[in-house]
């Protein structure tokens, strides 16, 4: 069975930093594509970055983009996302999830965790 | 402000048929396979359809998509009161160089 369990989630103050892992299991991690989704209270969902299976291969939205990184570590099955810089406006649910395939482009995303919230706040 | 644009809302009756658009361009839906989402309140996203009419493993028939140019739709029919949820489509945008893109997202409501 797939699992992504992320964690890592919290309050922080505004121009903090945190980081997210997603821990993956029931299937080989390096084969796929991973990517963080965010959805902010209320509203709908935002792509925030995506990485290939081998982590050689990342973007990022604009919106974070030289604030988050996004990287894996195949070895420990883990998805991280750096945050740095947070605004008020990251403040936001965070869902990992699985693309069906290796590629970075790979925009169908089967499996999702069950998210974790990030609060940016004073 | 995302780059593909649904309906914010539709509605019907239990049995009937709705219909979800999702309006794109050349350099996203135009250029690349488009999936489906539904979001139940209070739950993760899963996936309804991928590769534009394709549907995963356990998905019901009464769910179908269809592209055509830089459009993408979602199709239920027989609607049941377990799909009053929000519809998302989502695809690649080759000229954003930033990644997936979601669609505004569209609400089911069953009357």
């Known amino acids: 069975e797939v699992q992504l369990l992320e964690s890592g989630g919290g309050l922080i103050q505004p121009g903090g930093s945190l980081r997210l892992s997603c821990v993956a299991s029931g299937f080989t991690f390096s084969s796929y594509a991973m990517s963080w989704v965010r959805q902010a209270p209320g509203k709908g969902l935002e792509w925030v970055s995506v990485t290939g299976g081998s982590g050689a291969s990342t973007f990022h939205a604009d919106s974070v983009k030289g604030r988050f990184t996004i990287s894996r570590d195949n070895s420990k099955n883990t998805l991280y996302l750096q945050m740095s810089s947070l605004r008020a406006e990251d403040t936001a649910v965070y869902y990992c999830?699985?693309?069906?395939?290796?590629?970075?482009?790979?925009?169908?995303?089967?499996?999702w965790g069950q998210g974790i919230l990030v609060t940016v706040s004073s | 402000q995302s780059v593909l644009t649904q309906p914010p809302s539709v509605s019907a009756s239990p049995g009937q048929k709705v219909t979800i658009s999702c309006s794109g361009s050349s350099s996203n839906i135009g250029n690349s396979y488009v999936s489906w989402y539904q979001q139940l309140p209070g739950t993760a996203p899963k996936l309804l359809i991928y590769d534009n009419n394709k549907r995963p493993s356990g998905i019901p028939d009464r769910f179908s998509g269809s592209k055509s140019g830089t459009s993408a739709t979602l199709g239920i029919t027989g609607l049941q009161t377990g799909d009053e949820a929000d519809y998302y489509c989502g695809t690649w945008d080759i000229s954003l160089n930033t990644g997936g893109v979601f669609g505004t997202g569209t609400k089911v409501t069953v009357l």
């Open positions: 999830a699985k693309s069906q395939t290796w590629y970075s482009s790979d925009t169908n995303l089967d499996y």
